[in-house]
């Protein structure tokens, strides 16, 4: 081995380990220590292991008699306790320096520093991976000359038992150990009058020695100590400092987000230029949003960067996540060894929830959880309790709404286990129960005055209810996901999803063999419905003619299919054919009861554009009349605000400006509420054919480009329940260019598509 006993202790033990053929895992095993505390005493964090720890080392090793002495000799001595009143000496020890700079945390580091300032004992708590570490060591270096004896790391995560806590403290601040005395006296003894700042590092799964440090700083009081812990101390006079992922949204400026800017920066070291590229962005800020922002996630997945572009990148980030740096420690190499140290520390329950919640895509309520905890056979009583556990060892995110989330590589972990422990298959069936039944519960609401809460219900769970059908098909359940889509065609329309909404549905009717009738048939209005939004006449015929033919005697299928069918034949100028299947759809909707009363009216809006389509405006202003009064009594803000565009196409026709501008601000009011894009476009329209007819030609081309964008964004212009006059809109666009000059038209035309779809609304009001 050569002349080792000049070395460190370090690098004795790996010149021993490697001479006997020993790798740190099989060290470790064989001195039923773990492989932490092996790689601490190599790597030199941890310099004065216990007797103990040598003699089972020596073991191990085989050594003899000069070997073992060669180990002990390295252990370095013991810093000799100070003569009584002598004056303690200040630290020349320095905080370790990262040889790459802390990116995006300017902020946590100054509101750590003003916590030290008012408090003694703070911890900065968060998920594994959120860097926690880092924070407390900027920290710690940025008020480091506030303390007069300097600071001092302790780095705990090597420790297996909560009895070797202090004796680590008490090595790193040179307190002699007198075996007549406890280590707490020792340390009290030695830290008495000293000004210090101890900075302990990774304390979770020590919790239990959280009682001694409290009593050490209420026994010094000049004392200061930062911990860093996935969970909180939990004693008297703590102040937690949540630590929480980089912002992945980009900055107002248009510059990278905190976690592009880290990406970027560790990518960039091993791949220069890497992700530099305009059309490269969008992979950057994916990579960002998928990896929740974790700095651990961005730096595991950067170290990928040598191989792989950002596009490649983001589609392998579950194997980027595999390997890491060598220098970082064991437990951090992988994101699987981060979660695997949190995992470790909890109990048979709160690990079985963590599993669970894996199933869950962008959060839960409590309530949700605990339906489907209780359909996979676990007590309800359990589950407060374990989601408090998963929150205070941050691998769960309470937001203030109440709402419960795992950050995205907390989830795929939590799902992996879940497959691992063969419990899969019943949290997906639990899941698309309980997801199914959020869906039937807001169904009708969507044709009420509880529309607006019933779409901010399925905005928070839309992603659970794709998740829910996705996974059902897979799993060969087709109903799940044909139930789900009739439940949620409204909320797609509502929501201009259009495209989604069809895929859905269609999806769930590839097996169509395999439902029964009527949910058949309730699918294929479903598919029926978004594919006439997306202008897609001829397959939505296709569809609502199969919906009625299995429709069999209930009603409420009927009145919807027979409607649609009108639709069709009203866009295809079919007026004759419109008007025999509207009003053979009210005839069903008569006996539907209310799940179909909505329906009712909006046939007799349609039957109103049938005869506004056929000169009789008396007849329309009748028909829609009853279709609005039917559609106020139930608070229905869509079938208001359709009614309502009707009304103005009557009263513009007439040439009553006033009135048409009166129905046109109330719809765009109501339209607003629910969110309805696609339906604001409509009346973004209608406002110019408006402005244009009382001379606002300025406006004209400031709302017809906002509609224009509003398309764009909606990826289809269908909206066929209106029949807009094209020639009304092009005639208007045609006069205001005339008034204008085509530059300043165009111009105007651009300014238009930049405005927010609520700017642009607010000009549908009478001029100011």
């Keep these: ?34 492989p932490h505390a092996i790689s601490a005493l190599e790597r030199g964090t941890r310099t004065r292991p216990y007797p103990h720890t040598l003699r089972a080392l020596a073991a191990a090793l085989e050594l003899d008699d000069d070997q073992r002495t060669t180990l002990l000799g390295a252990v370095p001595p013991r810093v000799p306790r100070p003569a009584p009143g002598a004056a303690p000496a200040r630290s020349s020890r320095a905080l370790p320096t990262p040889a790459t700079p802390l990116i995006g945390r300017d902020d946590d580091v100054a509101r750590v520093g003003d916590l030290l300032r008012s408090g003694r004992l703070v911890t900065l708590s968060g998920p594994g991976g959120v860097g926690k570490t880092r924070l407390a060591l900027a920290a710690a270096t940025a008020v480091q000359d506030r303390y007069a004896d300097g600071v001092r790391l302790v780095e705990l995560a090597p420790l297996l038992e909560v009895d070797q806590v202090l004796p680590a403290v008490a090595a790193a601040v040179g307190a002699v150990r007198d075996p ?35 009593a050490l700083v209420e026994a010094v009081p000049d004392l200061t100590v930062l911990t860093t812990s ?10 937690e400092y949540a630590v929480d992922p980089l912002e992945v949204r980009d900055r107002p400026d248009g510059s990278p987000s905190p976690a592009a800017t880290l990406l970027l920066d560790r990518a960039q070291r091993v791949s220069p230029g890497w992700g530099s590229e305009p059309h490269e962005a969008a992979a950057v800020t994916a990579t960002c949003a998928r990896l929740a922002g974790l700095p651990l996630a961005l730096e595991l997945a950067a170290a990928r960067a040598r191989l792989l572009d950002p596009g490649s990148l983001l589609a392998r980030l579950d194997s980027a996540l595999e390997a890491g740096p060598r220098d970082l420690p064991p437990r951090q190499r992988t994101m699987r060894a981060t979660l695997d140290w949190s995992h470790s520390l909890l109990d048979t329950s709160s690990r079985r929830l963590l599993r669970l919640m894996g199933i869950f895509v962008d959060g839960t309520t409590l309530a949700d959880l605990e339906c489907v905890a209780a359909a996979c056979g676990i007590d309800g009583s359990d589950v407060v309790r374990d989601v408090e556990v998963l929150v205070e060892h941050s691998l769960v995110v309470a937001e203030p709404s109440g709402r419960l989330r795992l950050l995205e590589p907390v989830a795929q972990y939590a799902r992996h286990l879940l497959r691992e422990a063969g419990e899969w298959e019943q949290a997906v069936a639990a899941h698309a129960a309980r997801y199914l039944r959020v869906a039937e519960v807001n169904h009708a609401s969507y044709r009420d005055g509880g529309q607006v809460a019933a779409l901010t219900r399925i905005d928070l769970e839309h992603a659970n209810l794709t998740a829910a059908a996705e996974r059902s098909l897979t799993l060969g359940d087709t109903e799940t996901p044909a139930r789900i889509a ?17 895929r859905f549905a269609e999806a769930a009717l590839q097996r169509s063999a395999d439902l029964p009738e009527e949910v058949r048939a309730r699918a294929e209005t479903a598919a029926a419905t978004m594919a006439f939004a997306m202008d897609d006449v001829a397959s939505a015929g296709e569809w609502w003619t199969r919906a009625h033919m299995h429709a069999g005697d209930n009603p409420a299928i009927l009145a919807n299919a027979v409607a649609g069918e009108g639709l069709v034949a009203l866009v295809l100028g079919d007026l004759a054919g419109a008007r025999e299947r509207f009003e053979e759809a009210m005839r069903h909707a008569a006996v539907g009861g209310p799940e179909v009363q909505w329906t009712w009216g909006l046939a007799h809006v349609w039957l109103g554009t049938v005869a506004l389509l056929e000169g009789d405006a008396d007849a329309a202003v009748r028909l829609i009349e009853a279709g609005l009064e039917s559609a106020r009594g139930r608070e229905d803000r869509l079938s208001s605000y359709i009614a309502l565009y009707n009304l103005f196409q009557v009263e513009l026709g007439r040439g009553d400006h006033e009135a048409a501008r009166r129905h046109l601000e109330e719809s765009t009011r109501l339209s607003l509420e629910t969110g309805d894009q696609a339906n604001l476009a409509y009346l973004l329209d209608a406002g110019a054919v408006l402005a244009a007819a009382t001379g606002q030609h300025a406006r004209v081309p400031l709302l017809l480009g906002a509609a224009q964008a509003i398309r764009e964004t909606q990826g289809a212009r269908g909206y066929g329940y209106y029949r807009p006059d094209t020639d009304a809109i092009r005639a208007a666009a045609d006069d205001a260019r005339l008034h204008l000059g085509a530059d300043r038209y165009d111009d105007a035309l651009d300014t238009g598509r930049g405005l927010p779809p609520e700017s642009a609304a607010a000009m549908l009001g009478a001029p100011g």
């Design 1 to 34: 081995m050569g002349d080792v006993g000049t070395h460190t202790l370090g690098s004795v033990l790996r010149a021993m380990r490697e001479a006997a053929g020993l790798s740190q895992e099989e060290l470790a095993e064989r001195a039923t220590l773990s």
């Design 180 to 214: 007549g005395r406890s280590v707490a006296d020792d340390l009290v003894d030695r830290l008495r009058g000293q000004d210090l700042l101890l900075v302990l590092d990774n304390v979770e799964h020590l919790l239990d020695a959280a009682p001694h440090v409290a």
């Design 230 to 239: 996935r969970a909180p101390l939990r004693v008297r006079g703590e102040t």
């Design 486 to 502: 009739w439940e949620l065609w409204l909320y797609w329309w509502l929501r201009g999803q259009h495209d989604h909404g069809r």
